[in-house]
């Protein structure tokens, strides 16, 4: 009878907690309480649709690649010079040998030369675009397709503008017909689709003007006998690189390029790609905000379970009413947020698909983070729910039940209790500092970087506590409102802690997220150099700025005129490749970055774009090197002196004697890539380094309209532009869309947060106010203390914010190679002074209202 009159009891337990939670649940401040649940929620929803929006699916990356058909295969190792007319129509002859009718023999040329200046190369594919092929990526807006030789369509006619019955000047002086203009919804530049035969056509001795000019065959097919398919284009490579002289081995590497449809996979979510900016917040801003609610609500909670103990009703029952009624009204506000971010994101979606002009993303698994977000607050409402309940027991015991040291037997057991909660919380702490210590020696990339952000937030939501009552001991208590703010935060500080943690995790997310954004731009623009300094032109083979330019490239250069009068001088770099592709290179110890030689002093300040100064011009001269002060080890002083290695591809060859060295400022050029610095050609000489015969000219003190007038001259006579280098400002970098829409909602996620729990804190501390009018201060007074408060608490956040952001930058651009760590300290700036301006208005508007009340 004894188990079934526990169950009996435990089962009335029950629902008496249950129809207290009913009562207790009407309670409007706990209904407030949650709008932070709410947001949360929100926030959660709607960047699920919206990152789900900026990642391509499997199949939308197969028809942007495959278009209608479900299978492709490609060999990267042939290049079809121009004016082959053998391979396509062999190719589509054994296609049909073979019985494979619904294909398609794509030509692909990315060296596609526009006439304009600067040099501008685009992609050509020539296909049957009659039929359709890319239905779901191209869409014709003017004029028809291509269905001959020398006639293309022009994608995105926005970027080169053009409109059909025009001709179109590629490679020099060939004319194309643009028969019309289409949208790509895959790209914002042009490429352009050429019809049937029009790479044949192109006069084969293109290639002496433009060495590179190929194009790469792919086949696509509707899938059916993948293997007669691989079988015919691996015997049409086979005939032929037979023709040419080559030896095949197209067999294997053309099965090893097969493509299905059905085995595509996405682009990678940008969920998984910023776990910085959505998989961590996600997870703790919801965490938080049903923490916040049971800090909230903390005081009336200790009091309303006191009340139901005394009333009878056992502490275990009145914690289990009291927090069924907050996670009902939590699961609420979770579910309304959830109801709310789906019309949000569908609003973002429409906006961001219209912005972009590319094809959204389609929208799945929404169930996923809802039920996520579900289970996560009912997880972290049971936990506070037990934590509520053991801290109710300290009251449990009877005054007269006292141990030998006067203390109630009820407080022992509570002390122990939280020395023991204290103690795990610590040592978890010291777990997740080690994991971050251990995780950030292996952080090689921006992902990892993100995730390291979030383990950094772990631990230091761990240590929150410790570092509440620090900051309780540094705020100064200069009078009578500051010592009454302090010691109320104190005797509330669960409620200060909880605030103090979602803050913290906010500030943290939204500024760490914009300095690693800032850290990747600023990265991106300083791998961005242009070729040349303005003023410059380097004329070099097109393939390669280390080899020297052809003849024809020098009197097409020459011809204009615009050279003659100019300083000219060769850069001739120590290191030659004979027919043979072997290499043989000078290098400092250690590196594997070559140098480059001029004749003179002067021609170094001319290259360099300044004087040389006293020390740097006598090592020069006297047989020393020049180190690029930005390259890794550049010496430092003038007493500095390394020896050089020569080598042969992998082996070492020799050693020069030790040369004085010293460290000079060179602009970030692109023809200084991969050198580590220069000589004198007499120095290289006496050293017998490798050497060419000839190398690269450079020609300064131009007028940067002269050198795009001898470029295009080169274009017109059918050279590569690039041969002819000149100065062209780097673009800046740009962030992706789904980084930039990341950054906004986590701006506007702190700010809408930051106004709802300061609000919900000083409703929370009305009775506080109270107390303190009865007790004869003036209301100024009490609001002064609320401000100071809250002031407190987004400071405390900020510095532990700023802990959370700049960690993790710091050690990405530490730990790889060529990163630059960026803090947008303008924008930093100017978020904290929002949202310091946020909460002063929130604070402000809730204590009027509540003034307002009093008097009432």
């Known amino acids: 009878m004894k188990p079934r009159s526990a169950e009996a009891a435990a089962g009335q337990q029950l629902r008496l907690a249950f129809r207290l939670a009913r009562r207790l649940g009407r309670s409007r401040a706990l209904v407030r309480s949650t709008l932070t649940v709410f947001v949360a929620a929100v926030f959660v929803m709607a960047m699920f649709i919206v990152l789900k929006t900026l990642s391509l699916s499997g199949a939308q990356v197969a028809d942007r690649d495959m278009g209608r058909f479900d299978a492709?295969?490609?060999?990267?190792?042939?290049?079809?010079?121009?004016?082959?007319?053998?391979?396509?129509?062999?190719?589509?002859?054994?296609?049909?040998?073979?019985?494979?009718?619904?294909?398609?023999?794509?030509?692909?040329?990315?060296?596609?030369?526009?006439?304009?200046?600067?040099?501008?190369?685009?992609?050509?594919?020539?296909?049957?675009?009659?039929?359709?092929?890319?239905?779901?990526?191209?869409?014709?807006?003017?004029?028809?397709?291509?269905?001959?030789?020398?006639?293309?369509?022009?994608?995105?006619?926005?970027?080169?503008?053009?409109?059909?019955?025009?001709?179109?000047?590629?490679?020099?002086?060939?004319?194309?017909?643009?028969?019309?203009?289409?949208?790509?919804?895959?790209?914002?530049?042009?490429?352009?689709?050429?019809?049937?035969?029009?790479?044949?056509?192109?006069?084969?001795?293109?290639?002496?003007?433009?060495?590179?000019?190929?194009?790469?065959?792919?086949?696509?097919?509707?899938?059916?006998?993948?293997?007669?398919?691989?079988?015919?284009?691996?015997?049409?490579?086979?005939d032929w690189e037979k023709e040419q002289n080559r030896k095949s081995e197209s067999d294997i590497a053309v099965a090893n390029t097969l493509s299905l449809r059905e085995e595509g996979s996405g682009e990678g979510f940008w969920i998984e790609k910023t776990p910085a900016g959505y998989t961590v917040p996600a997870l703790l801003v919801p965490l938080g905000a049903v923490l916040l609610v049971f800090g909230l609500n903390d005081r009336r909670f200790r009091r309303t379970a006191g009340s139901l103990t005394s009333l009878g009703i056992s502490r275990r029952t009145a914690a289990a009413g009291l927090t069924l009624a907050t996670l009902a009204w939590s699961l609420i506000a979770a579910t309304a947020g959830a109801a709310a971010g789906l019309g949000v994101g569908a609003a973002a979606r429409l906006l961001v698909s219209h912005l972009r002009e590319r094809p959204a993303g389609p929208i799945d698994g929404l169930a996923d983070p809802a039920l996520r977000l579900l289970i996560l607050i009912v997880l972290t409402s049971l936990f506070a729910g037990l934590a509520l309940a053991r801290d109710d027991r300290r009251h449990a015991a009877a005054p007269a039940n006292r141990d030998k040291t006067g203390r109630s037997t009820g407080d022992v057991a509570t002390t122990k209790t939280s020395r023991r909660i204290r103690d795990t919380r610590q040592v978890l702490a010291v777990i997740a500092w080690c994991a971050t210590a251990v995780y950030a020696v292996r952080v090689d990339s921006p992902a990892m970087a993100m995730t390291l952000t979030g383990l950094v937030t772990v631990a230091v939501l761990l240590v929150i506590p410790e570092a509440f009552a620090l900051s309780l001991k540094v705020i100064p208590e200069k009078g009578p409102r500051s010592r009454l703010a302090r010691r109320q935060l104190a005797a509330d500080s669960r409620r200060a802690s909880a605030s103090l943690a979602v803050l913290t995790v906010l500030f943290g997310a939204s500024l760490g997220f914009l300095a690693l954004l800032d850290t990747l731009l600023r990265t991106a623009d300083t791998q961005r150099h242009p070729d040349v300094l303005s003023g410059q032109i380097l004329l070099a083979d097109s393939t390669s700025d280390r080899f020297a330019p052809t003849k024809s490239v020098l009197r097409a250069a020459e011809a204009t005129g615009l050279l003659d009068g100019h300083p000219r001088f060769e850069i001739t770099p120590a290191y030659t490749m004979d027919s043979d592709n072997v290499t043989r290179s000078a290098t400092r110890p250690g590196s594997d970055t070559i140098f480059l030689t001029v004749k003179s002093p002067a021609d170094a300040e001319r290259l360099l774009g300044h004087s040389l100064g006293r020390e740097q011009l006598a090592t020069l001269t006297e047989g020393g090197l020049l180190i690029w002060s930005d390259a890794p080890g550049a010496p430092e002083g003038t007493s500095a002196r390394t020896s050089l290695v020569v080598h042969q591809d992998d082996k070492t060859l020799g050693r020069t004697p030790e040369l004085p060295m010293v460290a000079v400022d060179a602009a970030p050029t692109q023809w200084r890539a991969g050198s580590d610095g220069i000589m004198l050609r007499s120095t290289a000489s006496e050293l017998r380094l490798p050497m060419p015969p000839q190398g690269p000219i450079m020609i300064t003190g131009l007028a940067d309209t002269q050198t795009e007038a001898v470029q295009q001259a080169l274009i017109t006579s059918g050279h590569d532009g690039r041969a002819a280098r000149i100065y062209v400002p780097p673009e800046p970098a740009v962030a992706p869309a789904a980084l930039l829409a990341t950054a906004v909602a986590l701006v506007l996620l702190v700010l809408t947060t930051v106004l709802t729990a300061i609000r919900g804190q000083i409703r929370t501390l009305r009775g506080y106010m109270v107390g303190l009018t009865a007790l004869g201060l003036p209301p100024a007074w009490t609001r002064r203390i609320l401000l100071y408060q809250q002031a407190a608490l987004i400071a405390v956040s900020t510095l532990l914010g700023l802990v959370i952001a700049l960690l993790p930058t710091v050690i990405i651009a530490n730990r790889i190679s060529g990163f630059v760590l960026s803090v947008p300290w303008a924008q930093l700036t100017t978020l904290l002074a929002a949202i310091y301006l946020a909460a002063l208005l929130a604070a402000a508007r809730s204590l009027i209202r509540l003034r307002e009340q009093r008097e009432s």
């Open 72 to 238: 492709s295969v490609g060999y990267g190792s042939i290049q079809l010079p121009p004016g082959d007319d053998t391979f396509a129509p062999e190719l589509r002859e054994r296609l049909q040998q073979a019985g494979i009718t619904d294909a398609l023999v794509m030509l692909s040329a990315f060296d596609v030369q526009l006439d304009t200046t600067p040099a501008r190369n685009v992609t050509m594919f020539e296909a049957d675009w009659s039929s359709n092929p890319y239905p779901r990526r191209y869409d014709l807006q003017s004029g028809r397709w291509p269905t001959g030789p020398g006639e293309v369509v022009v994608t995105e006619p926005q970027d080169v503008r053009t409109a059909p019955g025009r001709e179109l000047t590629v490679l020099g002086d060939v004319r194309l017909k643009v028969v019309g203009t289409a949208d790509d919804r895959n790209a914002s530049t042009t490429n352009l689709l050429a019809g049937p035969g029009t790479w044949a056509a192109l006069d084969e001795n293109l290639v002496e003007g433009f060495p590179i000019l190929a194009t790469q065959p792919l086949l696509l097919w509707s899938g059916a006998e993948p293997k007669s398919a691989i079988t015919a284009f691996s015997a049409a490579i086979r």
